[in-house]
Structures are given as C-alpha cells and as structure tokens.
C-alpha cells in the first residue's frame, strides 16, 4: 500500500501541490530505507514547509532535531 501512495502522491508533489509534497515527503522520510530516498523525503517537506504546510512545519521540527 505505501508503495501504490507513493506512486499516486509522485507526480502531483512534482507538479507543485503542497499536500502531495507533505505526505510523500512523510512517507519517503519516515519508511524509505536508503539515505537517497529519505534527502528527497526532506526536501519534499521544505517544499511544503515553505509553501506553510502545517504537517510539514511539524515534521522537519521533528526530523532535524
């Protein structure tokens, strides 16, 4: 199932909507398992952190601690 929401989040987060850039970015950070995948996890949650998604503000303050 995680695999099938990453591939439906992935092309809106690339066309720039925020909520699709905040849970993919969760979900790359927090269940991918290479170094890869979680640097872009991050920088999907900057993306929408910057653009004031709320749940995306949260989890960078969680994920650089």
């Given amino acids: 199932i995680k695999h099938f ?3 439906l989040l992935k ?4 066309d720039g909507v925020v909520a699709a850039q905040s849970r993919l970015g969760q979900l790359m ?14 920088d999907l949650l900057r ?5 004031g998604d709320r749940r995306a503000q949260r989890e960078l303050g ?4």
């Avoid at 092309?11 to 690339?14: H, K, L, M, N």
């Avoid at 993306?47 to 653009?51: D, N």
């Fill in 29 to 42: 950070c927090r269940e991918c398992d290479n170094a890869r995948d979680r640097r872009i996890g991050h």
């Fill in 5 to 7: 929401a990453g591939r």
């Fill in 47 to 51: 993306l929408a952190a910057r653009a």
């Fill in 11 to 14: 092309q809106p987060a690339r």
């Fill in 62 to 65: 969680q994920v650089e601690d």
